[in-house]
């Protein structure tokens, strides 16, 4: 897997992932019958994993659509990262 993302935004990806997930577990603790602190818990660990591979799935399903549009073969558009937000 090719990097996607770049490294201020890996570093906010895991920071954000991190603290959810910190958040989450806290709350899961207190109130173990509430499942839906499992949800969080899970898009935390997903954010933090992305930040901490630098690869982002939505971003990728974006570059793909974009190029694909594009009959354009150059080796800039495929090395120059897609924010999505």
Known sequence: MKPNINLINALFRI???LTL????????SKKPWCKGYVMYMFI?????ASGMLQFCPVT???Q???NEGSNDNDKESESAT???S
């Open 60 to 62: 990728y399903v974006c």
């Open 64 to 66: 793909m659509t974009a």
């Open 44 to 48: 935390g660990a997903l954010k933090a």
């Open 21 to 28: 997930l910190t958040i989450a577990g806290a709350n899961f």
């Open 15 to 17: 920071a954000c992932g």
């Open 82 to 84: 897609f924010n999505p």
